[in-house]
């Protein structure tokens, strides 16, 4: 199969069983995708593929012929590691602790704001309500994205 993760093509062999959490995590050793339930209950495995998000848990990589998969690693800007706007109103807030929900809260918060579910607080708490935090930074990560969701 062929698909394209973070602005580079690969041509892989999968088993067909394999889901694209597993892809990322152990053929493409991208880390940064967290494996946390396994079963689409907590967002921490959150990417975009073709530009909406996914559990990427539930995902199987052999569906994903010819798509486009950005991962919380393909959001700094190549020219100079600059972070994503979402990345640096996450560290404007402190909007985490432990850091494990960090990456899934992000790629889910990207995929609300491109789907313009940022017009308050309220929307964007139901619109990512899938995604858990273990240590209750909620109210800071609503934050972080109505802050880049207004572009301030």
Known sequence: ?????NGERHVLTVDNRTSLLNLLR???ALPGTKKGCDAGAC???TVLVDGQRVNAC???????EGAEVTTIEGLAADDDDEL???QQAF???DAFQCGFCTPGQIMSGIGCMQEGHTGSQEEIREWMSGNICR??????IV???????NGK
């Open 1 to 5: 199969m062929s698909l394209v993760v």
């Open 26 to 28: 152990e053929q493409l």
């Open 43 to 45: 967002g921490a495995c």
């Open 58 to 64: 539930l995902m199987l990589a052999v569906r994903l």
């Open 84 to 86: 994503h706007p979402l």
């Open 91 to 93: 560290v404007e807030q």
């Open 135 to 140: 240590c209750g930074c909620y109210v800071k």
């Open 143 to 149: 934050n972080a994205i109505q802050q880049a969701g």
